[in-house]
């Protein structure tokens, strides 16, 4: 029924047309067979909208708590259930079978079967069924296979115990939620999107979940966090139970192959090579990392290789890729899920118990169900028995109707019915005159009485199992770990992440220009004066003549004031960068010198270096990024009676203040020149660094392990589990592997002591050595076989004791006093063979306590009088060891 414009409008409005009057009315009635009504919109709107969100909401988008699957995905594992014989089915065919029971076409049944097929988990998959690692997508249905896996068979089906409803159509009947006795829906996670709500569950670990629920049921608190497929680092500090408002940060696995090479190996989840990629040539052209080359070589595993830029530094370029590139994500979830048919936000911790408290109900349902089974199965043994044994089949020969027959063995039966433990009802008359004639004659009363036993003797366990309902489901999940486990291991690392600042990692891809005199300044300026090159995102620092200065962004074309007289790159928080200025306090006021660090000011705000008098000028200026001084040669101006007219200022005798300080008085007398005359070394001594173990990088701010004081020529000397070592340095950008065993300041005597298996020889080696300074990875056990470190220690007088194993397992443990067993050789050496015999176990105990003398320890340093100073540690027990 159709209408233009015009008659539309009076419809709605409630107004007479010459459409609307009664002879149209009827000849519309005529053509449609409906009576034409008014009805209004914003009524049938509202209705009609909130009726299709809830059923978005219901049917669609977001999961179902007790099994942790959307409906679409339920239908799917029924119909496959229906399908299943063992082998493989066309996916196809699969997606024919579900359309009886999802009303929305194949294309969504196609779409979430391959999504459960690529979590592999629910489904055996067979063929070309996409990579979650480079975004391919799946075959055609018509090409791939699937079937249910071996877990799913076990964990997601029983028919007993499941709730029907009847299909959209009526036709078949479909489960309202399938009895899963597992937390699933933590387990795949998932993600929806309905009318005015969304739903995001992260996954979790298989493992996990079951080590969490078998702590719940035995009143233990546990703790859950995400762990995806794609593996890769993850910090879960603001995790928040999955709940609104929480957040978890996920990078990629980023290696260093060597200087100018990385290696991206584990993808933040949601990502993947093409889009990850992607983001990096985008950084790259925007200039805020300078790559050669990237090339994608994932197959089974990815391996994403980028090729650096000369002189650019791999452990920044590291912080980069995290900063501005997908290698770092964010997601935050929002855990949604339909309980009592209403949607309901639970954190994951509730999901957890709600779903072990559901699993324990479903175990105690299929334990009541066995137990009825067994007892009716007892029951009808048991009459059974009865019949054959007294011969009752013998008493209804004469009887010659069916009544008859039915009521002479119900006469028959009442001797015996005190031994029964229910009433016997017609049906069980009726299956006692099914029994034939074959049966009663092979009939064993002995096989019949250990029947009847063993059934006893089930329903006893049964019984047990019921009053120890918790026990029993503790067990069900450890079986479920035991059978299904291996192989699920956690594969993202939990991580705390450091904050990296953008303006410390971004490329210099900027160059910048100062107009000293007219006061101008920027990256446009390209005729002018050439300052250094800068990023797009950096501050810089600009200072006037008259000692005003200002901290501004980076623009194209700024200007501050006239006569400039010092414009850099500004690094907030950096004390070190010290200014050492001698300016004079107005127009004929006293000459002051001053040393300070400016860390954090507000941006765009004008501050002045000097007291702020009006006429004061800068004489002399230099910017120190190592807290550096000078020697100052300072000419005065002559005048009566000034008979030395040439002085020193050494700056290194001049407390560093605060920016804010007006400086000491210098002279009175006016100036003439300044000259440098002597540059003086840093001032601030070394830089102490520490090492957070949470996250594995350097920082100075004082949190972790202390490792030091530091100067410009010191080094990090970083031990890896493999037997490789080198030479780092100890900015807080360096990145360090996930298999290091020891970092700490390198110091060329000291002596360590490292026993190791030499994979071609078969044998347990030990030497003593020194590592030499190498900035490449050097290993210093032997590389051949399947040869590892065992332990390394660096005690003055180590101990190493051997316990073993095999055949000679029957040996006393020894112990092995280091210094008198091997002397100290090259990092290269093979080492002296630690015994003939097998060995089971080898560990450095408790140093032995002898006179120290210099040849003992290879002349290593003078021992009282600098170690303490120098490495607190030394000569303590101080064993790095991995298992054998």
């Known amino acids: ?84 014989d063992g082998r493989y089915n066309k996916v196809a065919n699969i997606i024919g079978h579900t359309m009886q029971y999802h009303p929305h076409g194949d294309a969504s049944i196609g779409d979430a079967l391959v999504q459960l097929g690529q979590k592999e988990l629910l489904i055996d998959t067979q063929g070309n069924w996409g990579n979650i690692l480079t975004g391919d997508g799946a075959a055609a249905p018509r090409y791939i296979e699937a079937r249910l896996s071996k877990f799913a068979l076990d964990v997601v089906f029983n028919p007993k115990t499941t709730e029907w409803m009847l299909s959209y159509d009526g036709r078949n009947q479909e489960p309202v939620t399938l009895p899963i006795k597992f937390p699933l829906l933590l387990a795949q996670g998932v993600e929806g999107i309905a009318v005015g709500l969304a739903s995001k569950i992260l996954p979790h670990n298989f493992n996990e979940l079951i080590d969490a629920a078998v ?41 260093k192959l ?79 899920v339909i309980f009592d048919n209403k949607p309901r936000f639970m954190g994951v911790k509730e999901i957890l118990r709600t779903s072990v408290d559901r699993t324990r109900y479903l175990l105690t349902r299929e334990l009541e169900i066995r137990l009825s089974e067994l007892e009716e199965n007892w029951h009808l043994s048991s009459l059974e028995k009865i019949f054959i044994e007294n011969r009752i089949y013998i008493s209804i020969e004469e009887c010659e109707t069916w009544e008859s027959v039915l009521d002479t063995i119900d006469h028959e039966l009442v001797p015996f019915k005190k031994l029964l433990r229910r009433e016997v009802n017609r049906d069980d008359i009726i299956k006692l005159t099914e029994i034939k004639i074959k049966r009663i004659s092979k009939y064993d009363s002995f ?50 992440f450091d904050t990296i600042e953008a303006t410390k990692v971004v490329v210099a891809n900027e160059k910048l220009y100062v107009n000293r005199q007219e006061g101008f300044f920027g990256t446009g300026l390209k005729k002018d004066e050439y300052v250094c090159d800068c990023s797009d995102i950096d501050e810089v620092i600009v200072f006037l003549k008259n000692g005003k200065y200002v901290i501004t962004k980076v623009q194209d074309k700024a200007f501050f004031g006239k006569n400039i007289e010092h414009i850099a790159v500004f690094k907030r928080n950096d004390s070190r960068t010290i200014y050492n200025v001698v300016y004079r306090d107005g127009k004929n006021g006293s000459i002051m010198m001053k040393r300070c660090a400016i860390t954090g000011i507000t941006r765009d705000r004008e501050y002045d270096i000097t007291k702020g008098t009006e006429g004061s000028q800068i004489l002399f200026m230099s910017v120190n990024n190592n807290g550096e001084a000078q020697v100052l040669k300072v000419f005065l101006k002559p ?54 173990r949470d996250i594995f990088r350097l920082n100075h701010d004082g949190r972790g392990e202390y490792l030091g004081e ?68 050097q290993s210093f056990i032997s590389n051949g076989g399947n040869s590892y470190l065992v332990a390394l220690n660096d005690d003055i007088f180590p101990c190493l004791q051997v316990t073993f194993g095999g055949k000679h397992a029957a040996r006393q443990p020894e112990a092995i006093d280091v210094v008198q067993f091997i002397a100290v050789k090259g990092y290269k050496a093979k080492g002296k063979r630690i015994s003939n015999y097998q060995i089971k176990t080898i560990k450095f105990v408790e140093p032995l306590e002898k006179e120290i003398s210099r040849e003992e320890i290879g002349n290593q340093q003078d021992i009282k009088n600098d170690n303490d100073e120098k490495f607190p540690d030394y000569g303590k027990a101080s064993q790095m060891s991995l298992d054998m």
């Open 215 to 255: 702590s719940y049921l035995k009143g233990k608190d546990f703790e859950l966090f995400p762990d995806f497929p794609t593996g890769g680092y993850i910090d879960c500090s603001r995790y928040n139970d999955g709940l609104r408002g929480g957040t978890i940060k996920i990078r990629a696995k980023i290696e």
């Open 258 to 336: 060597d200087k100018k090479t990385l290696v991206i190996t584990k993808l933040p989840f949601g990502k993947t090579t093409a889009s990850l990629i992607e983001s990096i040539v985008k950084a790259n052209e925007k200039g805020k990392i300078k790559i050669k080359k990237i090339d994608d070589n994932t197959a089974e595993s990815v391996e994403i290789q980028i090729q650096l830029a000369a002189d650019v530094s791999p452990d920044k370029t590291i912080d980069a890729l995290y900063a501005f590139t997908d290698c770092e994500v964010s997601v935050s979830p929002n855990s949604c």
């Open 710 to 777: 530091f100067t410009h020529s010191d080094k990090m000397l970083v031990v890896n589990k493999n037997g490789e070592y080198y030479l780092s340095g100890f900015d807080p950008s360096t990145h360090f592997g996930d298999n290091v065993l020891v970092i700490q300041k390198f110091d060329e005597t000291k002596v360590f002591t490292a026993a190791y298996y030499d994979g071609e020889q078969g044998f347990f080696y030990l030497k003593r050595f020194k590592f030499d300074p190498s900035d490449r990875p």
């Open 639 to 692: 005048r009566p009676r000034l008979r030395n007219l040439v002085i020193e200022l050494d700056f290194s005798q001049l407390d560093i203040k605060g920016r804010q300080s007006h400086g000491n008085i210098f002279t009175r007398y006016a100036i003439h020149k300044i000259q440098i005359k002597e540059q003086v070394g840093s001032t601030l001594g070394g830089i102490k660094v520490w090492l957070d």
């Open 1 to 84: 029924m159709q209408f233009d414009d015009f008659e539309a409008e009076a419809l709605l409005n409630g107004n007479d047309t010459q459409s609307s009057s009664p002879e149209e009315h009827s000849r519309i009635a005529k053509i449609t067979g409906e009576t034409i009504t008014r009805a209004h919109l914003a009524g049938m709107y509202k209705d009609w909208f909130l009726d299709y969100a809830s059923y978005v909401i219901l049917e669609r988008a977001v999961p179902h708590l007790d099994d942790g699957l959307k409906p679409v995905q339920r239908r799917i594992l029924h119909a496959m259930k229906r399908l299943d």
């Open 447 to 496: 096989k019949a009485d250990e029947m009847i036993k063993g059934i006893e003797n089930e329903m006893e366990e049964v019984k047990n199992h019921l009053a120890n309902i918790v026990s029993y489901t503790i067990n069900y999940f450890q079986q479920i770990k035991k059978k299904h486990g291996k192989g699920k291991e956690r594969r993202s690392e939990i991580r705390n």
